[in-house]
């Protein structure tokens, strides 16, 4: 079983930068696809970023440019580095994490295990 908590989300304005964070724990963690999905009220989960086994990567296009995802095995955690946020970046953030994949996907059907969320809120 493996267990993921994110930190880091807060409040900031419109244009800032924000870091999250997720801790990994258990047997298979150092493997697969791990990937942020982001969820506003009213709104579907969307995919934001994914990571297959640290070696390739890729973004939704609204944030390409903004947004970067990296992992750490040392310290068992992946991150999402958040830069020129916008007010439409408001959500609950999720990390996700699936012990093997072959393409690092977008899609929260192709994860098995899940954090608890962060909310990440910008303001105009």
């Known amino acids: 079983q493996v267990l993921l908590v994110e930190s880091g989300g807060g409040s900031v304005q419109s244009g800032g930068s924000l870091s999250l964070s997720c801790a990994a724990s258990g047997p298979t963690y150092g493997s697969g696809c791990m990937a942020w999905f982001r969820q506003a009220p009213g709104k579907e989960r969307e995919g934001v970023a994914a990571d297959r086994y640290g070696r390739t990567t890729t973004y939704t296009d609204s944030v390409k440019g903004r947004f970067t995802i990296s992992r750490d095995n040392a310290k068992n955690t992946f991150d999402l580095q958040m830069n020129s946020l916008k007010p439409e970046d408001t959500a609950m953030y999720y990390c996700?994490?699936?012990?093997?994949?072959?393409?690092?996907?977008?899609?929260?059907?192709?994860?098995?295990?899940w954090g608890q969320g962060t909310q990440v809120t910008v303001s105009s």
């Open positions: 996700a994490a699936v012990p093997w994949c072959t393409v690092e996907s977008l899609r929260a059907v192709a994860y098995v295990y």
